[in-house]
């Protein structure tokens, strides 16, 4: 056929379509006229009703429940204690009285602070502290002040303060305060032999000024000084910790459920897997007390049954260079514990307390223990349950942005609106799907029932893979119906699936989906 020819017979076939679609009304002068439109396509699968930080997948494809969290059980505040620790001076010449000229040393002074800590520290790079110092002259000439720390560094470079301090006036003392961060200091605590622990030195130098004249320094007059160390939190600390007990109990929410609220799910399989990681270079003997979980809806709650709870584990020490924490692992699951009760409580919540105690054994390490602030005790929680269930009205949705394609010069002609849906179904399940006309604020505005079902994909035996099944299922929009329409901004489509084989398990695959291809069709009535 050639393209002259081509164009007449399309032109013909136009014709015969637009009488076929116009069934005129001889008696009433009208007729029914349709427009067909677009509305979207959408897509249904695991990620409908599964989030990706819930769900995880296995070689096979098959898909899990997933839940991971660490639970809190101590921290470097509870382990290493460095005491506020002050040092105050009072310096002044023995006897008698002597004449000082510009730039000559007044005082010097060599002092050795000792950090009262429980623990015997040979090193500590602090996370957080300040040192705090006030310093007064009580002499008749202007003094500069240097006070070093040479083992307290920063960027290889000890604390070296350098300050002026004015002269007395009258009995009042020429004063000068603030205070240094101390965040990222390294200390070295082995004092000036390098043989002992929780020690620096300081150096107290006192000069009389250039800008001051020849003073006379007196027996009365005097230099006092004070440094507190303050809050010093270390993010790394060296040395022998003190053996202590500790205590960590608490409460974190679980959402692995959230998901399966909008239907009666039942499994058979759950794993629980518990990992208890030493990350201090200490030995540690730790306990279970207790591990519950809880649904504070339906104030349900089961207790762990398990060999693990209320034992004793020794949690050898972890080592440098490189950084390598020990753990121990425990697997919960049906064989060997309670744990698959769980599911019947479908639990939002866990509480725990375990009992710990650090270098049960002393100082075995010759001062070699360590800890970094981020780099504790943990106890993680690996939550898997395969989707392998048999389940009734297992509720998922799309939703997707929409406005009516038409002009409101043709809304009085309306008749109706049929709206058409095309699925291709590869999950084996079947489903009742409604379309859900929503408002801009997501408020349902209608829900349209649809008048069949989806049909469910046929399984290959032995195989994840599915032949998919079509169906086509169409819903009417009355025109006593469009004006509450109108505002629909939003559609949605519901998908509500059940097995149809109930109680035999049906196990879920990645790539179980289900396509949906929505189109609609106004009706019109027009007249002459």
């Given at each position: 056929?050639?393209?002259?020819?081509?164009?007449?017979?399309?032109?013909?076939?136009?014709?015969?379509?637009?009488?076929?679609?116009?069934?005129?009304?001889?008696?009433?002068?009208?007729?029914?006229t349709n427009w067909v439109f677009p509305i979207a396509q959408t897509t249904i699968g695991i990620n409908s009703l599964v989030p990706d930080s819930l769900r995880t997948v296995n070689n096979d494809g098959s898909v899990n429940l997933s839940y991971v969290t660490n639970l809190n059980t101590i921290n470097t505040n509870?382990?290493?204690?460095?005491?506020?620790?002050?040092?105050?001076?009072?310096?002044?010449?023995?006897?008698?009285?002597?004449?000082?000229?510009?730039?000559?040393?007044?005082?010097?002074?060599?002092?050795?602070?000792?950090?009262?800590?429980?623990?015997?520290?040979?090193?500590?790079?602090?996370?957080?502290?300040?040192?705090?110092?006030?310093?007064?002259?009580?002499?008749?000439?202007?003094?500069?002040?240097?006070?070093?720390?040479?083992?307290?560094?920063?960027?290889?470079?000890?604390?070296?303060?350098?300050?002026?301090?004015?002269?007395?006036?009258?009995?009042?003392?020429?004063?000068?305060?603030?205070?240094?961060?101390?965040?990222?200091?390294?200390?070295?605590?082995?004092?000036?032999?390098?043989?002992?622990?929780?020690?620096?030195?300081?150096?107290?130098?006192?000069?009389?000024?250039?800008?001051?004249?020849?003073?006379?320094?007196?027996?009365?007059?005097?230099?006092?000084?004070?440094?507190?160390?303050?809050?010093?939190?270390?993010?790394?600390?060296?040395?022998?910790?003190?053996?202590?007990?500790?205590?960590?109990?608490?409460e974190t929410d679980v959402n692995i459920f959230e998901p399966l609220q909008g239907g009666n799910f039942d499994f058979d399989k759950l794993s629980l897997s518990l990992v208890l990681e030493n990350g201090i270079g200490a030995d540690v003997k730790a306990k279970l007390d207790n591990f519950k979980v809880s649904n504070?809806?339906?104030?349900?709650?089961?207790?762990?049954?398990?060999?693990?709870?209320?034992?004793?584990?020794?949690?050898?020490?972890?080592?440098?260079?490189?950084?390598?924490?020990?753990?121990?692992?425990?697997?919960?699951?049906?064989?060997?514990?309670?744990?698959?009760?769980?599911?019947?409580?479908?639990?939002?919540?866990?509480?725990?307390?375990?009992?710990?105690?650090?270098?049960?054994?002393?100082?075995?390490?010759?001062?070699?223990?360590?800890?970094?602030?981020?780099?504790?005790?943990?106890?993680?929680?690996?939550?898997?349950?395969?989707?392998?269930?048999?389940?009734?009205?297992?509720?998922?949705?799309?939703?997707?942005?929409?406005?009516?394609?038409?002009?409101?010069?043709?809304?009085?002609?309306?008749?109706?609106?049929?709206?058409?849906?095309?699925?291709?179904?590869?999950?084996?399940?079947?489903?009742?799907?409604?379309?859900?006309?929503?408002?801009?604020?997501?408020?349902?505005?209608?829900?349209?029932?649809?008048?069949?079902?989806?049909?469910?994909?046929?399984?290959?035996?032995?195989?994840?893979?599915?032949?998919?099944?079509?169906?086509?299922?169409?819903?009417?929009?009355?025109?006593?119906?469009?004006?509450?329409?109108?505002?629909?901004?939003?559609?949605?489509?519901?998908?509500?699936?059940?097995?149809?084989?109930?109680?035999?398990?049906?196990?879920?695959?990645?790539?179980?989906?289900?396509?949906?291809?929505?189109?609609?069709?106004?009706?019109?009535?027009?007249?002459?």
């Amino acid at each position: 056929m050639n393209t002259k020819t081509t164009n007449y017979f399309l032109f013909f076939v136009s014709i015969a379509l637009i009488i076929q679609g116009c069934k005129k009304d001889q008696d009433k002068s009208n007729w029914l006229t349709n427009w067909v439109f677009p509305i979207a396509q959408t897509t249904i699968g695991i990620n409908s009703l599964v989030p990706d930080s819930l769900r995880t997948v296995n070689n096979d494809g098959s898909v899990n429940l997933s839940y991971v969290t660490n639970l809190n059980t101590i921290n470097t505040n509870d382990l290493i204690v460095i005491p506020d620790t002050t040092i105050l001076n009072r310096i002044s010449i023995p006897f008698g009285s002597f004449l000082v000229n510009p730039g000559a040393d007044v005082f010097q002074k060599t002092e050795v602070i000792n950090f009262n800590s429980s623990s015997r520290l040979t090193r500590a790079i602090l996370k957080s502290g300040k040192l705090i110092y006030t310093i007064k002259n009580y002499t008749n000439g202007i003094l500069d002040i240097n006070y070093l720390v040479p083992d307290a560094k920063l960027n290889e470079v000890g604390i070296n303060l350098n300050k002026t301090i004015p002269k007395k006036e009258a009995n009042v003392p020429g004063i000068s305060s603030g205070e240094i961060d101390l965040s990222g200091y390294s200390l070295k605590l082995t004092g000036l032999s390098n043989l002992l622990t929780n020690q620096i030195t300081s150096y107290i130098t006192a000069k009389l000024s250039s800008n001051s004249p020849a003073t006379t320094i007196t027996m009365e007059g005097s230099l006092v000084l004070s440094f507190t160390f303050s809050k010093l939190v270390p993010t790394y600390a060296r040395g022998n910790f003190a053996p202590q007990i500790f205590n960590a109990e608490g409460e974190t929410d679980v959402n692995i459920f959230e998901p399966l609220q909008g239907g009666n799910f039942d499994f058979d399989k759950l794993s629980l897997s518990l990992v208890l990681e030493n990350g201090i270079g200490a030995d540690v003997k730790a306990k279970l007390d207790n591990f519950k979980v809880s649904n504070s809806q339906t104030n349900q709650s089961l207790n762990l049954n398990h060999s693990l709870v209320g034992a004793n584990l020794n949690l050898a020490r972890a080592t440098e260079n490189p950084y390598t924490p020990t753990r121990k692992y425990f697997i919960l699951d049906e064989t060997n514990s309670n744990a698959l009760d769980f599911l019947d409580v479908k639990p939002n919540k866990i509480s725990y307390k375990i009992q710990g105690e650090l270098n049960p054994l002393g100082n075995i390490s010759n001062l070699n223990d360590f800890v970094y602030s981020d780099k504790l005790i943990k106890a993680l929680i690996d939550l898997k349950i395969p989707l392998n269930f048999s389940a009734e009205k297992i509720t998922l949705s799309d939703t997707t942005s929409f406005s009516w394609p038409i002009d409101e010069k043709r809304e009085p002609y309306i008749n109706k609106i049929k709206i058409k849906m095309l699925a291709k179904n590869q999950i084996p399940l079947g489903c009742r799907i409604s379309l859900l006309f929503l408002d801009e604020n997501k408020k349902l505005i209608k829900e349209k029932l649809s008048n069949g079902d989806i049909l469910a994909a046929e399984q290959v035996q032995g195989s994840s893979q599915t032949i998919s099944a079509t169906s086509t299922i169409i819903t009417t929009i009355s025109k006593e119906e469009y004006p509450e329409l109108k505002k629909t901004k939003f559609i949605a489509w519901k998908t509500e699936f059940n097995t149809y084989n109930l109680p035999q398990k049906n196990t879920w695959y990645s790539n179980y989906t289900l396509k949906i291809n929505t189109s609609g069709t106004f009706e019109y009535r027009m007249h002459l």
